[in-house]
């Protein structure tokens, strides 16, 4: 059993000050969440070529975070915008604590790569090396390296009057190079750009090493070595790497646009050259390069990031493919698939029997694949509908809704071409499908599609049957590798007859549509939170046991946060597993003292969302779904979460919550004054990714002695007969 809070009525506790704060702030609760993510990368427990995939997510992470909400902060701050935000912040003022926090983010990133990772890795034959530190041997590879494969491809552009500032990419790597003609040795010096194109691989591993490790160099160092071979005549009397962030909001007007997909395209080439947000540049730059650099782009001091290392950590993903050191990274392992669901041809049947609920990376992502491809090639499926948020580069999903649409089948794919950072790759994939007969949708105007669900129709016996599946996380292959997600099949007709409603919605017009098992927002989502947190609240004013236990991504909608509250001061224990932005405050006397606020990150990211409410109805106490709780996702997507009907998959469910909140080794418990806290060692250390992975190997260990049971009997019972 776990240890839980002690429960407390809010009338024998010390009461609530109006005064103090209610909310945490957005924009610092997310820079909470990736210094945890950073402190992954500082992390001992994990090995050393997983922890750098760790500091390459905080690196694009924080990307991400000036891209979108810092810039929509200085957009404010330029507007003269004095709106408060809910914790009561002024917008200058967060502005001035953001740049502060991440700076010093940016520090500790760079102390971990130079002074943890960098040193560890040499131990372990992984060597980083500065262009004057190589071996002759390496030295002249590097060079027929960079002659052969660099050079032909840079476009030194030189910044004179007749040569104005370039324009420079969003977060391209460039050269800000200083010149000195050799005739003129007592002229100022020239000044040039040389932007490094996207298509070279920025880390380059130096061949001729074999048996003795790996050797490798930064791009930029090569560059930064040979760029006076790109200016005959000059010297270079100084050179320095940067990189301009900018502002990657997309402003599409979709109540105006004739056609979204053309002006979602038109804004993608727009993003590229929005106004900038920060600097990144090698520390050593001279200050009057870099007031001409700030001139030129329109930024301050205040907006540059030193580096005291290679620009843009995020490139150090690739190195963990690129190194094969099995023992430097996590240990492989086998995703279990249901014995019932290995078989594609039999995948109907089997689901038309009963309802199966997957729980990713822990169970294969087969099964959906497979779900698709039978779809496809199953003559007696007459429709396929799906949503697509996100998904993988080569995806079996787009293929399968393609052979599907060349066998002529009726297929729907409800695209969201606004899916962040991803709308680029999807408006290709609507492109492609459209080409072979796909019929594809964008949504609803103002609405991004979210929700994660497929609706297959199929011919039984001279009448139409239709088979869903619904999710948590993206038809996407390859994140479900690495996301924790839920998957639910079913052929309830009250579950499909919903998802039937819901397509039809998205694709045609509706005023409100009703749905009876599921829960969609915009429509009934929110109302039937808030009403599902009242219910628990009376429960326990009447003397039951009230829980709520909640799992999501972020927690800020305020309306949902005072319910909380109030659920808490009628004596509720809530537990609340939030992996990212949280914006309650737990542990207040007489606010929150019943509220337990705990984020888990581990080897797998923490994706699926979950919702329990103890007192509720059976067969309505435990949802899976899309959606966050944040206003966005009541309001402004459609989203949809589902009711786990069947108790067994709902004692599982909560099997796992429980696991969740037992983890005293990747978890961290949110405090009334925002820190996050790592909780008691007092207990045997427990991992809750650690146990799903123990659990997964034991089930498909289990399924393997029983092929072999099987086949030993079937050769014995062969031998018999012979």
């Not at 040039?192 to 691989?201: E, G």
Request: charged share 25%.
């Amino acid at each position: 059993m776990i240890a839980v809070p002690m429960i407390r009525k809010s009338e024998n506790a010390t009461p609530f000050k109006p005064a103090e704060p209610r909310y945490f702030n957005r924009e610092l609760s997310w820079l909470a969440f990736n210094e945890r993510v950073l402190d992954q990368a500082f992390s001992e427990k994990y090995p050393l070529l997983e922890r750098t995939r760790f500091l390459s997510f905080v690196s694009s992470n924080l990307d991400q975070f000036y891209e979108i909400r810092v810039a929509g902060l200085m957009q404010k701050v330029d507007a003269g915008i004095t709106r408060r935000s809910l914790d009561g912040t002024l917008p200058q003022n967060l502005l001035n604590e953001v740049r502060e926090r991440a700076h010093l983010m940016s520090q500790r990133e760079y102390d971990c790569w130079r002074n943890h990772l960098l040193p560890e890795l040499t131990k372990n034959s992984i060597r980083f090396k500065q262009i004057d530190k190589l071996t002759k041997e390496e030295f002249l590879w590097v060079r027929a390296y960079f002659r052969r494969e660099v050079y032909p491809v840079l476009t030194p552009l030189a910044i004179d009057p007749t040569h104005p500032f370039p324009l420079i990419l969003n977060k391209s790597l460039n050269l800000f190079v200083a010149l000195r003609n050799r005739r003129k040795k007592k002229a100022p010096p020239l000044m040039a750009i040389v932007p490094v194109p996207r298509i070279l691989p920025r880390l380059v591993q130096v061949e001729g090493n074999r048996g003795k490790g790996e050797t490798f160099v930064f791009l930029s160092d090569v560059v930064k070595h040979f760029v006076s071979d790109l200016f005959p005549g000059h010297d270079a009397v100084g050179v320095w790497a940067f990189r301009i962030t900018r502002n990657s909001h997309l402003y599409v007007d979709e109540e105006e646009v004739e056609n979204l997909l053309s002006s979602i395209e038109e804004e993608l080439h727009n993003r590229r050259k929005g106004a900038a947000v920060r600097l990144e540049i090698d520390e050593d730059v001279d200050e009057g390069i870099l007031n001409h650099l700030l001139s030129a782009i329109g930024l301050e001091e205040q907006d540059v990031v030193r580096i005291n290392g290679p620009i843009n950590l995020f490139r150090l993903m690739k190195l963990h493919d690129m190194v094969d050191r099995p023992d430097l990274k996590f240990p492989a392992f086998e995703a279990h698939t249901p014995q019932l669901l290995a078989e594609r041809k039999n995948l109907f049947k089997q689901i038309a029997k009963k309802d199966f609920l997957l729980h990713h990376p822990y169970d294969s992502f087969t099964p959906i694949v497979d779900f698709l491809k039978a779809a496809a090639e199953d003559p007696e499926v007459f429709a396929i509908k799906l949503t697509i948020y996100r998904t993988s580069g080569d995806s079996p999903i787009i293929q399968a809704l393609m052979d599907a649409a060349r066998n002529g089948k009726q297929v729907t794919a409800l695209v969201e071409l606004k899916a962040r950072f991803d709308e680029e790759a999807n408006v290709l994939w609507s492109r492609r499908m459209e080409e072979v007969g796909v019929h594809v949708v964008y949504g609803l105007s103002g609405l991004k599609t979210h929700c994660k669900c497929c609706l297959v129709v199929r011919r039984e016996k001279n009448k139409l049957r239709r088979y869903a599946h619904l999710g948590t996380g993206n038809y996407n292959p390859s994140t479900a590798k690495s996301y924790t997600d839920y998957s639910l099949f079913t052929a309830k007709a009250a579950y499909t007859a919903d998802l039937a409603n819901l397509f039809n919605t998205l694709t045609g017009y509706t005023r409100k549509p009703s749905f009876r098992k599921i829960l969609v927002a915009p429509y009934t989502l929110h109302d039937e939170v808030i009403r599902m947190i009242r219910e628990e609240s009376k429960a326990a004013k009447s003397g039951k046991e009230g829980r709520i236990l909640i799992k999501v991504n972020s927690l800020v909608d305020p309306q949902s946060i005072n319910e909380l509250y109030l659920a808490s001061q009628a004596g509720v224990r809530i537990d609340l597993i939030v992996r990212g932005i949280c914006g309650l405050i737990p542990g207040v006397r007489g606010l929150s003292e019943n509220i337990r606020v705990i984020s888990l990150l581990g080897r797998f990211l923490e994706h699926s969302r979950v919702f329990h409410f103890r007192n509720a109805p059976v067969g309505k106490r435990t949802f899976l779904g899309s959606p966050d709780w944040m206003p966005r996702n009541f309001f402004r997507r459609i989203e949809v979460a589902f009711p786990v009907e069947d108790p067994t998959e709902e004692a599982k469910i909560m099997e796992s919550m429980e696991a969740f909140l037992r983890d005293n080794e990747f978890s961290t418990h949110l405090k009334s004054k925002g820190q996050y806290i790592q909780p008691s060692k007092r207990r045997r250390p427990f991992s809750a990714q650690g146990h799903f992975i123990s659990c997964s190997m034991n089930e498909a260990a289990s399924k393997q002695d029983s092929d072999s049971g099987s086949s030993s009997r079937k050769t014995e019972n062969q031998s018999k007969g012979d």
